[in-house]
């Protein structure tokens, strides 16, 4: 089997476990005001993320997130409604290496 095949027939979930992280101790991602997070009638960012990155407690009434998981596709920033998402690159040797492109 090629490897265009083996990469086609994989789902995102494979996919996932192919890539490396080098976590930074600081997080690339930050909410710039809670409170938008609160009356948001989407919560986007919660379902968007293909790496689960984002997830709303309840309890808190606020987002939590797992910046350790990010795949650096920016997506969140695009998909919150009120821009209210601080992304930025990680520092320099920190991030995500891909294996297969």
Same mark, same amino acid.
């Given at each position: $089997?090629? &490897?265009? %095949? @083996? $990469?086609?027939?994989?789902? =995102?979930?494979?996919?996932?476990?192919? =890539?490396r +992280?080098?976590? /930074?101790?600081?997080s690339?991602?930050?909410?710039? *005001?809670? @409170?938008?997070? $609160?009356?948001?009638? !989407?919560?986007?960012?919660?379902? =968007?993320?293909?790496? /689960?990155? +984002?997830?709303?407690?309840d309890? %808190?009434? @606020?987002?939590?997130?797992?910046?350790? *998981?990010?795949?650096?596709? &920016?997506?969140? @920033?695009i998909a919150?409604?009120?821009? *209210? =998402?601080?992304? !930025?690159? $990680?520092?320099?040797? +920190?991030?995500?290496a +891909?294996?297969?492109?």
């Amino acid at each position: $089997m090629e &490897g265009d %095949q @083996r $990469m086609s027939q994989q789902g =995102i979930t494979d996919r996932l476990f192919t =890539i490396r +992280y080098k976590c /930074d101790e600081t997080s690339h991602l930050k909410i710039k *005001n809670e @409170r938008l997070c $609160m009356d948001c009638s !989407t919560k986007s960012c919660t379902f =968007i993320c293909p790496s /689960d990155v +984002y997830e709303w407690n309840d309890e %808190q009434k @606020r987002p939590t997130i797992s910046f350790e *998981n990010c795949l650096e596709c &920016g997506t969140c @920033r695009i998909a919150c409604p009120s821009e *209210n =998402i601080d992304w !930025t690159y $990680m520092r320099g040797g +920190y991030g995500i290496a +891909y294996r297969y492109g």
